[in-house]
C-alpha cells in the first residue's frame, strides 16, 4: 500500500503579498503617525514584512495599518527575525490586539486583493 505525504498550512488566515500604507513601532520608539507604502506579507492573524530596526522575538510592536476605507491600529508579537543585509530584517508578527471589525476588514480586504 502507497504511503502518501500531505502539506498542511496551520495557518488560521489565507496570505497575501500586498504593498499597504503602515506605521510601526516598538514600545520603545517614538509613535509613528505617517503610513507609508511598504510591501507586506499579511493575513487575518499576523504580517511578515521588512523592518529598517531590529526586533526581537517576542517583543511587542504597534502598527497602523492603511486600508482604502480606514487606518487599522493593531498590536502583534514578534515571532520570528531573519537578519536580510546589515541594516533590515524580515519580521514575522502574530497580532494580538485588533479590534473584531478591523480585522474583518482586514481580511476582507485581502481577499478582495
Known amino acids: 500500500m502507497a504511503t502518501y505525504k500531505v502539506d498542511v498550512d496551520r495557518r488560521d488566515h489565507f496570505r497575501v503579498n500586498l ?10 520608539d ?7 507604502p ?13 523592518a529598517d530596526r531590529s526586533m526581537a522575538v517576542g517583543e511587542t510592536v504597534s502598527l497602523r495599518i492603511g486600508l482604502p476605507d480606514r487606518v487599522v491600529p493593531a498590536q502583534a508579537k514578534v515571532v520570528r527575525v531573519e537578519e536580510q543585509s546589515q541594516a533590515d530584517v524580515s519580521v514575522s508578527m502574530q497580532f494580538t490586539a485588533i479590534g473584531n471589525q478591523d480585522q474583518e ?9
Open 105 to 113: 476588514r482586514l481580511v476582507d480586504y485581502i481577499f478582495a486583493a
Open 19 to 28: 504593498a499597504l500604507p503602515m506605521a510601526y513601532w516598538r514600545e520603545t
Open 38 to 50: 511598504m510591501p507586506v506579507n499579511i493575513s487575518g492573524s499576523g504580517m511578515r514584512f521588512v
Open 30 to 36: 517614538h509613535i509613528q503617525t505617517k503610513l507609508r
